[in-house]
């Protein structure tokens, strides 16, 4: 798509339920991001997310989608410890986790860990720009790229893991130049979020998209207004099971056991002398 000029839809993505919906809609690529730390678990930072856990999100992605290219998050720590457990690291997310790719937020000083990876045979995406695991050290999430010299170096770093076999960059959170300068230097396809429109394709948070962040980054217009939708949702159900109209089908007894139930029951069936359930 990115080279025939046809731009690419990417979402988050973290479960196999949704995952089935966001393949019947198109959407091209599905990313099970580190993102799953705060809009799942409910941690305010992505530094938070267990590796195991975002494995087992990615591999019911995949479930979910199995004809969608499915991008595999690593989360933090998970890569920048040791090149050894890195490259395992990336290995567990194309084996259990069934990803197509793998994602890093890197600068060029992991070129070479990832050249190890696509010398191994892990495909990655290189994640350039604002990175929210460096929040801690920059001073919380942001753009990036505003200054010239950060800009240049965005674009060099790009740049590097293309040499370094990157099969995909994506840039988050930078102005639409230092996005265009990278597709000007670069050949694989670029992915963006809150980087312009020049991208090759786009990307979002699903909840921001969707209507469910209560403060979406203001790169993110939602399409839907789900959040207020799964309240009132909640607020009829706690209606409904108040005044008794819960809706479905009831169960019914098999015919003529209704009559044999009470009957057995009048005849004094101890009630008493069920074997003993495990405690
Ligand atoms: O983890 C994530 O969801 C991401 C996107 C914000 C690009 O990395």
Redesign the pocket.
């Known amino acids: 798509m990115a080279q025939s000029g046809d731009k690419f839809a990417c979402l ?1 993505c973290y479960d196999a339920t949704t995952a089935r919906w966001l393949e019947r809609a198109g959407v091209h690529v599905l ?1 099970v ?4 730390s705060e809009v799942i678990l409910g941690f305010d930072r ?1 530094i938070d997310m267990p590796l195991d856990v975002l494995l087992a999100l990615t591999a019911a992605v995949k479930r979910g989608a199995p004809n969608t290219l499915v991008m595999g ?1 690593m989360p933090f720590m998970s890569y920048q410890a040791d090149e050894a457990s890195a490259l395992r690291n990336a290995a567990r997310f194309l084996t259990e986790g069934r990803a197509d790719v793998v ?1 890093l ?1 890197v600068d060029a000083t992991f070129a070479p860990l990832v050249a190890k990876m696509t010398r191994a045979g892990i495909p990655v995406v290189a ?1 350039v720009g604002s990175k ?1 695991q460096q929040a801690m050290l920059s001073g919380g999430y942001g753009s990036k790229g505003r200054t010239a010299e950060e800009a240049a170096s965005i674009v060099r770093d790009a740049i590097t893991f293309e040499q370094a076999g990157a099969v995909m960059l ?1 840039v ?1 959170a930078v102005p639409d130049e230092v996005a265009a300068e990278i597709l000007k230097h670069t050949s694989v396809p670029l992915i963006g ?1 809150g980087a312009g429109t020049a991208c090759h394709g786009q ?1 979002l ?1 699903l909840h921001d998209l969707i209507g469910l962040t209560d403060s979406p980054p203001r790169f993110a217009s939602p399409v839907a207004s789900l959040g207020p939708s799964f309240e009132n949702a909640g607020r009829e159900w706690v209606r409904r099971v108040a005044d008794g109209s819960i809706g479905g089908v009831r169960y019914t007894m098999k015919p003529g056991e209704v009559r044999r139930f009470r009957d057995l029951l009048e005849s004094g069936l101890p009630l008493t002398d069920a074997p003993d359930r495990p405690a």
Do not use: R
């Open positions: 988050t990313l991001g580190d993102t799953a992505t998050d994602k937020e994640h929210p994506l988050e979020i990307v948070v």
